[in-house]
C-alpha cells in the first residue's frame, strides 16, 4: 500500500512509520512527505531513510487555499498514494484535500478524542485535572478533530506531570499506534459506519 504523509514539524511520527516499514511491522511504503515548513525536522527524517519524493509546499506561495492543495493532490495522485497520513501537519485541512481523501486520510492527535481537541492538548489534559488522558488516531472530516475513530490508548497523568513529561509519554503511545491502525488500513480491516469504525478481525470478513 502506497502512502504518502504531510508533516509541519519535528516527524518522529514519520520516524516510527518508516522504522516500522523497515522492520516489516508495516506492509506499506512512503512515496512522498510534503512539508507545509521547509524548516521541518521531519525533512531530514525523510531523506535519512531515503524516501523517494520530499516536498517543501508554502501554502503562502499559491493564490489560494484551493490551488496549494490541488497541488498536493497532484503530486499524491502522480505517485499513486492510497493512503494520506497526517503527522504533526500544523494546517486545517480544507474542502478540496478532503474531497480528494475521503475516508483515505488519517490523523493522530495527543489525546483521548473528544476530550481536548485542537492545539496544546497535553496542556489542555493538565488543565482539565485529568488521571487518564492518551492519543488518538482518527479519519479526517470536516470536523476539526471529530473524525471517527479508528484507534485510542490511554496514557496515566500522574500528579507531577508537566507538559513535557505528559507529551512524551504519550508521544511513546501515538508511535504505537499509529503503524497499526495503518496497517489495519492496509489489511482493507477498517470499516467506516458513520462516526464509527468497524475493525474486521484478521484473515477475514466479520
Ligand atoms: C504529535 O503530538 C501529534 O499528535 C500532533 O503533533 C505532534 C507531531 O509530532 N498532531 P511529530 O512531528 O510526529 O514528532
Known amino acids: 500500500m502506497k502512502i504518502g504523509v504531510l508533516i509541519s514539524g519535528r516527524g518522529s511520527n514519520l520516524e516510527a512509520i518508516l522504522n516500522a516499514i523497515s522492520s516489516g511491522e508495516l506492509n506499506a511504503t512512503i512515496e512522498v512527505v510534503i ?122 497523568v500522574s500528579d507531577d506531570d508537566t507538559e513535557s513529561s505528559l507529551s512524551h509519554r504519550i508521544l511513546l503511545s501515538e508511535q504505537d499506534i499509529y503503524k497499526k491502525a495503518i496497517q489495519l488500513y492496509s489489511e482493507k480491516r477498517l470499516v467506516i459506519d458513520g462516526q464509527f469504525v468497524r475493525i474486521l478481525p484478521e484473515g477475514g470478513m466479520s
Open 35 to 156: 512539508s507545509n515548513n521547509m524548516h521541518a525536522p521531519g525533512l531530514h527524517v525523510a531523506r535519512e531513510h531515503g524516501v523517494p519524493k520530499i516536498l517543501t509546499l508554502d501554502a503562502l506561495a499559491y493564490a489560494s487555499p484551493q490551488e496549494y492543495e490541488t497541488h498536493i493532490i497532484e503530486e499524491l495522485k502522480s505517485d499513486g498514494v492510497q493512503l494520506l497520513v497526517l503527522a504533526g501537519y500544523m494546517k486545517i485541512v480544507g474542502p478540496t484535500l478532503l474531497s480528494a481523501f475521503k475516508d483515505h486520510m488519517m490523523n493522530i492527535h495527543p489525546s483521548l478524542l473528544p476530550s481536548f481537541k485542537g492545539l496544546n492538548a497535553q496542556k489542555q489534559a493538565l488543565e482539565a485535572g485529568v488521571k487518564v488522558s492518551g492519543c488518538t488516531v482518527h479519519f479526517v472530516t470536516d470536523d476539526l478533530d471529530g473524525g471517527p475513530i479508528i484507534l485510542q490508548q490511554a496514557v496515566l
